[in-house]
Antibody
């Protein structure tokens, strides 16, 4: 069964850094495009970043551009999100999500999410 | 950037009701629209993509329609498992989600 499992969340002080990981199982990471989506407590969904299957095409939301870096290691079947210069407004559950094959942009497989709390 | 606006924000309905949620895009997105269902503490689940294509395994009481800037999600007969929050999402240019519609028990 295809599955995504995020890890790396936690409590961090404003200005700090955190690296999230997303481990894939039950399928080969290299065949798919991925995104990170976040959800602040009690709020809606916000797209954060996208990476193509090869890793050569990357996009970011304006709210994280210049602070967050998405990457992938197809050999390790893992996706990453390096988050620097964290702010209180970055507090959220972060989900990694796999795009549907042949339907780019449709998020068909999600992880369970990892909570990032930015607070002093 | 493309903005997505859902209405209503909250909807109270009874079992068996026909429910319709509307999603409007700030510019034309053709049919590049998906609908998701999210229950508390869980990740979202895709219901419909390309405005009207039902994802495999999703009950046929869910349907989607629309193109351009106006879209609807319809639940033909509301079931107990359907009380949740629903989000539309455009994928014409990057990704943008609507603010969500919470479907509550009346």
């Amino acid at each position: 069964e295809a599955q995504l499992v995020e890890s790396g969340g936690g409590l961090v002080r404003p200005g700090g850094a955190l690296r999230l990981s997303c481990a894939a199982s039950g399928f080969t990471l290299s065949g798919y495009e991925f995104n990170w989506v976040r959800q602040a407590p009690g709020k809606g969904l916000e797209w954060v970043s996208h990476i193509s299957s090869s890793g050569t095409t990357i996009y970011y939301a304006d709210s994280v551009k210049g602070r967050f870096t998405i990457s992938r290691d197809n050999a390790k079947n893992s996706l990453f999100l390096q988050m620097n210069s964290l702010r209180a407004e970055d507090t959220a559950v972060y989900y990694c999500a796999r795009e549907r094959a042949y339907s780019n942009g449709v998020l068909a497989l999600w992880g369970q999410g990892t909570l990032v709390t930015v607070s002093s | 950037d493309i903005q997505m606006t859902q209405s209503p924000s909250t909807l109270s309905a009874s079992i068996g009701d026909r429910v319709t949620i509307t999603c409007r895009a700030s510019q034309s997105i053709s049919s590049w629209l998906a609908w998701y269902q999210q229950k508390p503490g869980k990740a979202p689940k895709v219901l419909i993509y390309k405005a009207s294509t039902l994802e495999s395994g999703v009950p046929s009481r869910f349907s989607g329609s629309g193109s351009g800037t106006e879209f609807t999600l319809t639940i033909s007969s509301l079931q107990p498992d359907d009380f949740a929050t629903y989000y539309c999402q455009q994928y014409n240019s990057y990704l943008t989600f609507g603010q969500g519609t919470k479907v509550e028990i009346k």
